[in-house]
């Protein structure tokens, strides 16, 4: 089935240690974001992929990177996770400026709910 | 800071009503979408509608654009309680990246 594949589903963490969240997707997009759900405050962007060989930065990107290596490939890493980085995190892409007239419609993966201690 | 704004924060219908959430944004906007996200899982877009529409349909979906007064409607009718959810608008401006907001959460009972 074409989409995204996060992992890991859920995992404890603690403070301090590095983490790294995997995300895969099928569809060959150009465009893949990471987003962080936290309770009354939406999805905020950390940080996106407009193509391979780039990355920018969202609206909260401090204490998180990315690379962007592949098409397919989209892995967010924690250099040093702290109990505020507690949240649920998706992946998400889309056919960046190629879908609808040039709409851009993302797809999300399941999600990667983590916890720091 | 927040771009879309969705009211209402939560939402209890009976099965067979419709549903109406409201969004409201800031700034302005090349197209507007909602997404769902059902308890656990990934968003999954529903919608979208641009600058330069004012009204969409899609099977019991209906949505509608004022641009004049920056928001938005997304009417579900005759409610199923798989329609049980949490409903985002997320606005989008050329060149730049979607802003979401933090979402109504419908509640359909059987």
């Known amino acids: 089935i074409a989409g995204i594949t996060q992992a890991p589903t859920s995992q404890i963490l603690a403070a301090g240690r590095r983490m790294t969240l995997r995300c895969t997707q099928d569809m060959r997009h150009n465009a893949m974001y990471w987003y962080r759900q936290d309770l009354g405050l939406g999805l905020r962007l950390i940080h996106y992929?407009?193509?391979?060989?780039t990355t920018g930065k969202g609206e909260v990107p401090d204490g998180y990177s990315v690379s962007r290596a592949n098409t397919d490939d989209f892995p967010l890493t924690l250099a040093s996770a702290v109990p505020s980085q507690t949240s649920v995190y998706f992946c998400?892409?889309?056919?960046w400026g190629r879908g609808e007239s040039g709409a851009n419609v993302l797809t999300f993966g399941a999600g990667s709910r983590l916890t720091v201690l | 800071s927040q771009q879309g704004e969705e009211d209402p924060q939560a939402l209890s219908i009976q099965e067979g009503e419709n549903a109406t959430m409201n969004c409201s944004y800031k700034t302005s906007i090349n197209n507007l979408q909602w997404y769902r996200q059902n308890s656990g899982r990934g968003l999954v877009h529903l919608i979208l509608i641009r600058s330069n529409e004012r009204e969409k349909h899609s099977g019991r979906l209906r949505v509608t654009l004022d641009t004049s007064k920056k928001s938005s409607s997304l009417l579900i009718t005759a409610s199923r309680a798989a329609d049980t959810a949490s409903y985002f608008c997320a606005t989008d401006f050329y060149g730049q990246n979607f802003v979401f907001g933090p979402g109504t959460r419908l509640s359909v009972l059987p």
């Open positions: 992929s407009n193509t391979a060989g």
């Open positions: 998400a892409s889309s056919d």
